[in-house]
T-cell receptor, first 113, second 111 residues
């Protein structure tokens, strides 16, 4: 089954804890993205990576960290520094170069208790 | 700065009625514009992009550079069109690697 997978589907965290969201793709895409989706605010870019071992901050990177050690994987860590982490997180990927389509994963809903 | 504005949070129409979801953008250059759709319990997916000039599921969108708009239209709405629609922009200043999304419009098509 090809595409982008995210795990877990639902995640609960206590305040003060770091948590890592998984994103894997087998589409052989170079670029990968993390977005946060909040009601009434659309999708906002957290981090993106165009190549292994390199990534750039998006518009709302504070309180988040990422790594890109493998082409297929782009995990997102939500740290305790993120003031309002409860949200729906979407991962996406696309081929490098040009204005191509981004393919999205099913999302992870994070709730901070 | 790049910005995408979708002025309507909710658009409610009856089946068979025409639909127009508005999208205005702000970008100094030649952008690429997209419409993404999220049906209930499904992942976000591309509906159409202006560069391909396609008609998907009866939807069309024309880029109007003078009015900086990319409105999504369908002449006769169907119940299965009910979904969340996002307009998005990609610019040459980022090598077309980043998408900027609007806040989305929920389309509700009633029988």
């Amino acid at each position: 089954d090809g595409g982008i997978t995210q795990s877990p589907k639902y995640l609960f965290r206590k305040e003060g804890q770091n948590v890592t969201l998984s994103c894997e793709q087998n589409l052989n895409h170079d670029a990968m993205y993390w977005y946060r989706q909040d009601p009434g605010q659309g999708l906002r870019l957290i981090y993106y990576s165009q190549i292994v071992n390199d990534f750039q901050k998006g518009d709302i990177a504070e309180g988040y960290s990422v790594s890109r050690e493998k082409k297929e994987s782009f995990p997102l860590t939500v740290t305790s520094a993120q003031k309002n982490p409860t949200a729906f997180y979407l991962c996406a990927s696309k081929l490098a170069g040009g204005p191509g389509e981004q393919f999205f994963g099913p999302g992870t809903r994070l709730t901070v208790l | 700065a790049q910005r995408v504005t979708q002025p309507e949070k909710l658009l409610s129409v009856f089946k068979g009625a025409p639909v127009e979801l508005k999208c205005n953008y702000s970008y100094s250059g030649s952008p690429e514009l997209f419409w993404y759709v999220q049906y209930s319990r499904q992942r976000l997916q591309l509906l159409l992009r202006h560069i391909s000039r396609e008609s998907i599921k009866g939807f069309t969108a024309d880029l109007n550079k003078g009015e900086t708009s990319f409105h999504l239209k369908k002449p006769f709405a169907q119940e299965e069109d009910s979904a969340m629609y996002y307009c998005a922009l990609s610019g040459e200043n980022t090598g077309f690697q980043k998408l900027v999304f609007g806040t989305g419009t929920r389309l509700l098509v009633s029988p």
